[in-house]
């Protein structure tokens, strides 16, 4: 049967995406194991035991942290999931950027227009305008072009996906985003537009 718009599930793993994302970034390491249903949950995280720094880094050493930094952009997310946008919007918010959140697409395209985001995080099925027609109606204005859009949602079948492109959606992401994912967006939106490279003749 083909998968209608309506929500799911309620939770679709961000909050875990966020706690992968804050351990891994102080070089550390999470896992999860479970003997099976009913039978409870078990979570070992290991974080590195590191000397107190005795000396402060030079200008060089900040400078190469700064330029590995993803550049500071304006991050519109939109989802019905309140929990699941302010989890996702945390985690952009983390990586340098400004954020809104919008609760449904009707919402998204108003804040659009008054916040024109560099990026909006797009999800599909939401109530009054979903996430296709929200995108439709940001693309027909005037401004509509500049913001690079990508779907982030619970539906990454092929027939999704040609969908999403044929709305206006710049790429598609299924949920749970993996950070390294948003990082590039985020880094560098206008990549998303690029045309894949040719492959050479056979």
């Not at 999470?30 to 035991?49: D, K, Q, V, Y």
């Amino acid at each position: 049967l083909k998968p209608t718009l309506d929500k799911v599930d309620s939770g679709l793993g961000i909050g875990l995406t966020l706690v992968k994302f804050l351990v891994e970034m102080h070089g550390g390491t999470i896992e999860a194991a479970s003997e099976g249903l009913n039978r409870g949950s078990e979570f070992t995280l290991r974080l590195p035991i590191e000397s107190v720094v005795t000396t402060a880094p030079d200008a060089e050493q900040w400078n190469e942290v700064e330029s590995s930094l993803p550049k500071r952009c304006r991050v519109l997310v939109a989802d019905d999931n309140v929990d699941a946008a302010e989890t996702l919007g945390m985690l952009v918010r983390m990586m340098g950027s400004d954020v809104q959140i919008a609760a449904d697409g009707r919402q998204a395209i108003a804040m659009a227009e008054q916040f024109r985001p560099n990026v909006i995080l797009m999800d599909i099925g939401m109530p009054h305008i979903d996430g296709y027609e929200a995108t439709r109606q940001i693309r027909r204005q005037p401004w509509g072009s500049e913001a690079v859009i990508v779907a982030l949602t619970g539906w990454g079948q092929e027939e999704d996906r040609r969908r999403s492109q044929e709305a206006g959606f710049d790429g598609h992401l299924t949920k749970p985003a993996e950070p390294a994912e948003l990082q590039q967006i985020l880094a560098n939106p206008t990549r998303m537009r690029e045309p894949a490279p040719s492959q050479p003749d056979a």
